[in-house]
């Protein structure tokens, strides 16, 4: 008998819906290395036409694009700007160093969100002993802030900022289409306050693998190089596509159900006593809750909860992170809560 848990670790668990399936299944594919990948080609050229910029680059994973976009926009000893707690800080093994060859420079947002002009103060003079500031990262929805949007005021001040000292932007944007929904405005008017961005199909968006990284044909003709340089270069990758096709087409609408369902949970987390949540940061599908007043770590948490049937991500601190989705239904969050209360009780 297969035990069926509520998977709130990551949205990047979710399962393809049967549709993207069926596109799998019948996909028209080619050696995308020569360029002759039908449905990759079609999918690129939907996120290029989505998100407003000229070109696209259909990559293996988040990871793999956000480091192919910092090696296209530097040389090694350049300098980036990043918020602390950023993704590319965190959570890709170094990759900046190793990779790119470049030093981070890294800035404390609020709720992960960098003020514009600690921003602008940051950006390196002419000096004899200084690197040049190449690149400024920016991540949006914000992952360890609880899934927080940069607010758009902030974004144009930061694209003015960049302007004006002519260094490009690159967006983290895993979950924009969240970002998008919770601000309720078009992808494209987050997108054009960045020159590079990353996005996924593998997460809220349900497709099984990839992301895709748009910017101008030069940038994306350049990137295309690093892609095949890493070992991204992935032949009849169609299949993939295909389910991405159906990622952009039908799941990019729906996410404000995972906000609801974010907020829902953090609502009925936050009065279980020892529980502490920044309901300021529930925007999105994410929730980050303290649980220090419980006396127990998130792994330790964690593990109580799976004997519930519920996973959560745990590590050694006291912070859990719980993630909504499309397989995540109301009567799962009603679930999970109750299960954190018995938890909590005993
Ligand atoms: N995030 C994953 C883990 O790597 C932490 C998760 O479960 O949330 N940017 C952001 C903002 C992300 O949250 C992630 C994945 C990535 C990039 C990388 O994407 P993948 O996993 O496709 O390499």
Redesign the pocket.
Known sequence: MTVKYIDL????VTLPTKEMREAIYNAQVGDDVYGEDPTVNRLEEMAAEIMGKEAALFVT??????QISVMTHTQPGDEIILEEK???I???VGGIGRLAGVQAKLIRGKNGIMDPSDIEAAIRGEDIHFPKTKLICL?N???RAGGTVIPMDILKRTYEVAKKHKIPIHM?G??IFNAATYLNQPVKEIAKYADSI?F?L??GLCAPVG?LIVGSKDFIARARKFRKMLGGGMRQAGFLAAAGIIALEKMTSRLREDHENARLLAEGLSEIPGIAIDMDTVQTNIVICDISGLKLTASEFAAKLYEKGIRV?GGNSSVVRF?THYWIKRDDIEAAIEAVKSLCKA
């Open positions: 670790r990551s949205d990047t994973s988040g990871t793999q694009g956000n950023c993704h590319i965190t959570y890709e991540e929805t914000h992952n983290d895993a979950r990353m996924c593998s997460k992301s991500n993630v």
